[in-house]
């Protein structure tokens, strides 16, 4: 497959013809869903084949990601037939429109917002940090992919401004909190998981069945205040240290184009309870190239084959109790953090807990996040026939605290 | 004011005109918001004066809920205007359908759910259960409201069964986990509030601004599985130990209703931080009395009275952050438990965790729940004239696990 010269997929473009990311845009008139070619937003909802599909049309892609996989499978066919019908190209191109003249919107509704904790890089680090007289791994760790519930209503799309939030902070040594802005405001560079189909109240999806609900993949930043956090989070978990903002990429990418990025997750040094059972036959881990850039300096690449803990066991888990999956809902990997430090997907961790500064392309240091810095997660894959795909980044920027 | 004899309300009714909880209803038709009087519904949404607001013919309470306090003030006294006039008395009976008769709705969209910890006695009860040698209260208990996200979409209503969760288990003794049902599965009495008007991502809610968002308040059983939870909750805090499910009352006692039960809350005994300053001329307290029944046996009467937080600050600190707040948001107090045994919320603490045994009416020994138990949480509340309002129950049946 080569890209049809008459498409604008510029030379080295990450988003192709075999990507086809999903997206709700806007220009001027109500939001619709479109695809990301190249740089520019295909909107799909008058092509010819898809036009009946009137969730095509809505403000977000709940209404298409309820279809299930079936529906999610015959648009992308629909879409790859006209990219490659010669016939077809004109006709296409007029439903091209510039990135740079649409607005981007949240993609999804999010339904319940569940982030896990699934690197044990990010694991293992975070303890050396907070305990380290301890083990670094909790010991339900490698039994489990230990998770929580976040706060859905301040999911945020990429490209919002973030308020750096205000909060109860106590550091070790200080007698008492104090209220005031957080010291220590950090990201978290993450993978997401969106699911299209529920699931019943009552009953689980196994580890096979992560394809039938999950629809696809964004980024994630799980913006961190990790003072108000180290306060608060004993012993119910993080609550306001996180609930003020969780950015994701403007673009979902559905698994479908991720085939070629499977791979084996890594291998278990503890026996898995049998619905974690990997299937070896058919892997979910992911080898997706993370990259974090903090005011244009690349800081990191987190890879998220590293993974201990695939998505498919995510799910598995987090229904295994009964609990039903519902259209919208999204889970996140955690912190992905490979074994180096030129890896790591927390500035918590490249700081290493504030002690050792990172120093960025313009000379300037940093431990955690200044008003005004803008970070950026972006990630890419491997498609077929050795051509990479892209996911949509997720970029945020700190704005001073409100008064 | 007493209630018209036209009026089917039986002596000594907690329903009374007074009172006028809201829900959704249907009786074959599509569900519609009611009005609870005695043990009739009230179909308001074809009442003279209200049938101009669609809201009330919806299928949630969300859209009158998002009209907001004045809106809620206006449709409380046009109900009490057309309940005291004699001559809509027919009017109104032919509106009236029998409670018998109807199927009670979950009353809303559950936005983002949220669980806070704010009986003392309760989190000092669980304090002495498992840390037996330390102070029964964390360092944090006293400055903030502790709270979490659970799940909204297994919110369910009152009435539907609930199947017991499997999971991993670990007990302290056993070397590994296992996989099998819940053995310890337990009830949390809470009572919850429900907001009615969002707020701006990075603003914040005062103490003062409670009631202008916030519309009214239901009962909470927040089921919950020991055994899950406690080899599961750590560092994140409790995940599938709670999200099998968590039930609610079919009836939202409107503020309004409540006017009488305020109170003040307990003395502190750690100077609060500004946000969290109590106003002491609009206290926001409530003195509610609960009543857990265990297969029919009143086993406790948590006094919602003795809550060391309040839910005007729960609302405060959740927004400090500037985290939003959105329509069909569902905050919950935590287990509510009194001082003295006969007041526990919880099963973990009246069978003082699993140790001394519960004996109910038919002479069973209890500690934690067995399939086929049945649990119903209610209250009641000073209201008017020394008349005492309640508010509707929530209950449930736990049925076996899944194979």
């Known amino acids: 497959v080569t890209a049809d010269t008459s498409l604008p997929v510029p030379q080295g473009s990450l988003f192709g013809p075999t990507n086809l990311p999903y997206g709700v845009f806007s220009a001027g008139r109500k939001p619709q869903v479109g695809v990301r070619i190249g740089d520019s937003v295909l909107a799909i909802a008058q092509l010819p084949g898809l036009s009946q599909i009137h969730q095509l049309a809505e403000a977000t892609l709940n209404p298409f990601l309820a279809l299930g996989p079936q529906a999610w499978r015959s648009v992308r066919e629909t879409l790859t037939g006209l990219l490659r019908d010669p016939s077809q190209q004109a006709q296409v191109a007029s439903h091209l429109v510039p990135l740079a003249d649409v607005r981007m919107h949240l993609p999804l509704d999010v339904a319940d917002y569940v982030d896990f904790y699934s690197s044990e890089y990010h694991a293992a680090n975070v303890g050396r940090l907070f305990r380290p007289d301890a083990a670094p791994l909790l010991p339900n760790w490698k039994h489990l992919p230990v998770g929580y519930h976040g706060r859905a209503g301040t999911v945020v799309p990429s490209g919002m401004d973030v308020v750096r939030p205000c909060g109860q902070r106590k550091a070790p040594d200080e007698q008492s909190p104090t209220y005031g802005p957080s010291r220590r405001l950090d990201i978290e560079a993450e993978v997401g998981f969106v699911v299209g189909v529920g699931s019943e109240l009552g009953s689980r999806v196994p580890v096979s069945g992560f394809a039938d609900h999950v629809f696809g993949v964004v980024l994630v930043n799980d913006w961190s205040a990790r003072d108000i956090q180290s306060w608060e989070y004993v012993p119910?978990?993080?609550?306001?240290?996180?609930?003020?903002?969780?950015?994701?990429?403007?673009?979902?990418?559905?698994?479908?184009?991720?085939?070629?990025?499977?791979?084996?997750?890594?291998?278990?040094?503890?026996?898995?309870?049998?619905?974690?059972?990997d299937d070896p036959g058919q892997p979910w881990g992911l080898d997706l190239e993370l990259g974090v850039s903090w005011n244009g300096t690349t800081v990191s690449r987190p890879p998220f084959a590293s993974m201990y803990w695939t998505p498919a066991q995510q799910v598995a888990h987090m229904t295994v109790n009964g609990a039903s999956l519902r259209t919208g809902d999204l889970f996140a990997s955690g912190t992905v953090s490979g074994p180096d430090r030129g890896q790591y997907g927390s500035f918590l961790e490249l700081s290493w807990g504030g002690a050792e500064p990172v120093r960025l392309a313009d000379g300037s240091l940093r431990t955690f996040l200044e008003d005004g810095d803008t970070v950026t997660v972006s990630a890419s894959a491997p498609g077929p026939d050795g051509v990479r795909i892209g996911l949509g980044e997720v970029t945020g920027r700190i704005v001073p605290a409100r008064p």
């Open 236 to 277: 119910l978990g993080p609550f306001l240290g996180k609930s003020f903002a969780t950015s994701i990429s403007a673009w979902v990418t559905p698994l479908a184009a991720l085939e070629h990025a499977r791979v084996a997750p890594p291998p278990r040094t503890q026996p898995l309870l049998e619905y974690l059972a």
